[in-house]
């Protein structure tokens, strides 16, 4: 757990350091609270989450919802053209995310704030909840390249300062997420580990760390995901589209490039817990951009 000193939390899940990297439990909770939380999952829902990291649901999304978030997000994309918010494919220039989604699309900030999607943050975290990051990951067909293997939680605490794993993801589905075309990979059961990276921080933002393919910085051993996937297997989060998947912050999770000819657009939505409120970096000189880690007001 978090301990605190007299000006900060002391850290309890130390990374980038030294030149060797260590799997520990994780000393948190993962759906908080002392007893379930009223909301909209069932208890053996919540159970399944606690147990595996994850929570995958269909229908959350109308079609009338993956139409106009869509649309928004390619208007917007080309609207900010070079802005920092949009990230582009290194191999042909294609959007790759748009970041601060839920700031620039009334759309999208109507979908992150339904009681089906925010009232799951707030019953597994057992707290009330701001938007910590929101983006649109796209894989246009033949082109869309891989996201590696990590935890968002250790790049969160590491470069944004957040103090615990009280945090989660959701994955909104804006095309079919198939077998073929690139689809969300998590370790189950990894959620209960934290898994160091190594090597220091640089001393200010990098943007290659959202170009890059395999990031040089807060990217894991390959031996430690070995490890991981050898005790637990990889789950393929596939579904149609409108389709979610919710899941800790903490999850070893990647995905593969997609070279089928059929895209996959997802919104994520990070909903982290208020009491979780971001402290300086626990391992960065700076803190990362605001489009890409929001504090709360």
């Known amino acids: 757990m978090t301990i605190s000193s007299a000006t900060r939390p002391v850290d309890v899940y130390r990374t980038r350091l030294g030149e060797r990297s260590q799997i520990e439990p994780r000393p948190h909770p993962v759906v908080w609270g002392k007893a379930p939380a009223p ?11 606690d147990a595996r990291g ?32 949009v990230i582009r494919e290194p191999s042909n220039g294609d959007v790759r995310s748009l970041f601060a989604a839920h700031e620039l699309s009334t759309v999208v900030a109507e979908i992150c704030a339904r009681e089906d999607i925010v009232g799951v943050a707030r019953q597994i975290l057992d707290d009330d909840v701001y938007i910590h990051q929101s983006r ?19 790049t969160w605490h ?3 300062g957040m103090p615990a794993p009280r945090a989660l993801s959701v994955s909104l589905a804006l095309t079919p997420n198939t077998p073929a075309n690139g689809p969300l990979m998590i370790i189950p059961g990894s959620h209960r580990q934290f898994v160091s990276c190594v090597g220091a ?23 430690d995901v070995t490890e991981l996937a050898d005790d637990s297997g990889i789950d393929s989060i596939t579904g149609p ?38 402290v300086a970096p626990f391992a960065a000189a700076t803190p990362r951009p605001e489009y890409l880690a929001h504090r709360a007001s």
């Open 54 to 85: 994850y929570h995958a649901q269909q229908d959350v999304l109308s079609d009338n919802d993956i139409a106009e978030s869509s649309h928004d997000a390619r208007r917007i994309a080309d609207e900010l053209g070079d802005d920092d918010r």
């Open 241 to 278: 589209a409108g389709s979610a998947v919710f899941f800790d912050s903490n999850c070893m999770h990647a995905s593969s490039g997609n070279i089928s000819p059929y895209p996959r657009s997802n919104l994520f939505v990070v909903f982290n817990a208020v009491s979780n409120a971001l």
């Open 201 to 223: 921080t640089p001393d200010a933002y990098h943007r290659e760390s959202l170009v890059s393919y395999r990031p040089p910085f807060g990217t894991p051993d390959e031996a």
């Open 158 to 160: 590491a470069e944004d």
């Open 39 to 49: 909301g909209p999952l069932t208890g053996p829902e919540l159970a399944a989450y």
């Open 136 to 154: 649109i990951n796209f894989k246009p067909g033949f082109s869309g390249g891989p996201f590696y293997w990590h935890s968002d939680f250790e």
